[in-house]
């Protein structure tokens, strides 16, 4: 059993880092299912599934961020914006949840984000022509070519808000809709954008799985056996970014984002 957390913590955060979504989407899912068929994860609970998730996610975005960092693919800057509207939305999402009924919540947010997927089809403006003329300005040089995309703070602080209330109200990973949103909003390149969303579920992730470690909903013994393969994955999942190109990680992502949409689907139909 040890072995298999283990494996199931390098392919979750592997997969996790390269697209930007930090595993959580893939990991809760899988926990699902072996709690259902296998008597050894007969520990599995929602309340254990999304602590060991979020705590995971820590150690997933603590590895791939440090690669990222290294190479210079995280904008720092851009990342602290969208966590100072991220961190009060997914508060005000986790409040807002005790009034909803999250099957349905579920089936809506899965054709979105399969709709989401599709977008990445229209054709955009080419890399490096920002979409705003006014607001904060940056420039990132990736492998030899420079880009260089403005965004409006207030347009930064709201969008985050709100992904940050839907991850909140729906239990989802907020990369899964911050890395589409930087990169078809703001024109941000795949690159930057799936570095920059690892940064930002880094921090997230600690104060979320603050919360479940005070309220006793993490389970140390079983935990600790995901930790090591998470790190090495999310190290792992770095470097592989790293040697796609732009439409390689836009690829990537839009498969991922449809196998998303389809369980969440499933999941608010069942």
Not at 135 to 156: A, D, F, H, S, V
């Amino acid at each position: 059993m040890f072995l298999l957390m283990f494996l199931i913590g390098v392919v979750t955060a592997l997969v996790g880092s390269i697209a930007g979504l930090g595993g959580g989407v893939i990991l809760v899912p899988v926990l699902l299912f072996l709690g259902d068929h296998l008597p050894s994860f007969d520990w599995v609970s929602p309340q254990s599934i999304v602590g060991v998730s979020l705590v995971v996610m820590i150690f997933t975005g603590m590895s791939s961020t440090i690669s990222y960092i290294r190479h210079h693919r995280v904008d720092k800057k851009i990342g602290f914006i969208f966590l100072y509207g991220s961190i009060p939305g997914g508060i005000f999402g986790s409040w807002l949840n005790q009034f909803f009924k999250t099957d349905g919540f579920s089936l809506f947010f899965g054709i979105v984000m399969i709709l989401v997927s599709l977008l990445f089809f229209i054709p955009r403006r080419p890399p490096g022509t920002p979409l705003f003329s006014s607001g904060i300005k940056r420039e990132r040089t990736i492998n030899g070519q420079t880009y260089t995309y403005q965004m409006p703070l207030w347009l930064g602080l709201s969008l985050s808000f709100a992904v940050g209330m839907l991850s909140g109200l729906l239990g989802i990973g907020g990369g899964s809709l911050m890395v589409p949103a930087m990169i078809l909003l703001l024109n941000i390149p795949p690159h930057i954008a799936t570095a920059t969303s690892m940064f930002m579920i880094f921090f997230a992730s600690i104060t979320s799985s603050a919360t479940h470690i005070a309220m006793g909903h993490v389970d140390w013994a079983v935990t600790l056996w995901f930790i090591p393969g998470a790190y090495a994955g999310g190290m792992l999942g770095a470097k592989i970014n790293r040697h796609l190109n732009g439409k390689a990680v836009e690829w990537f992502l839009r498969v991922l984002l449809i196998i998303i949409g389809i369980r969440l689907i499933w999941q608010g139909l069942g």
